[in-house]
């Protein structure tokens, strides 16, 4: 189930950046087998997660965690709004920016 998840989010994801529900479904085919209608009635489903409205936020907190994983140093980066707490953008790096 989490790989048929991960097939859908690409293709929804290919829809978004603008390439046709049809070329997208045929893109990934081999994977697994999407009609186009189909991807069409998910990427409705799912349209509010991906809607970039611009808003007005009188600040926003940058934070960064890092966080080891075997051998190797990660750094996460989360803007969140300091009024709402809305996460507004993760980030996940292996070098620090500062």
């Known amino acids: 189930m989490p790989i048929l998840f991960a097939i859908f ?3 929804l994801s ?3 950046i603008g390439i046709s529900l049809r070329k997208t479904s045929k893109f990934l085919r081999d994977f697994e087998k999407f009609s186009h ?5 998910w990427y409705h ?12 936020r ?3 907190a940058i934070d960064e965690t890092k966080i080891k994983i075997g051998d190797e140093w990660y750094y996460i980066w989360a803007a ?4 709402t707490w809305e996460i507004l ?9 500062y």
């Open 45 to 56: 489903k799912f349209a509010q997660l991906f809607t970039n409205s611009r808003k007005y």
């Open 37 to 41: 209608e189909a991807l069409r009635q």
């Open 14 to 16: 290919l829809v978004i």
């Open 9 to 11: 989010a690409c293709n």
């Open 80 to 83: 969140i709004d300091v009024d």
């Open 58 to 60: 009188r600040c926003i």
């Open 89 to 97: 953008g993760v980030m996940v790096t292996m070098e620090n920016f």
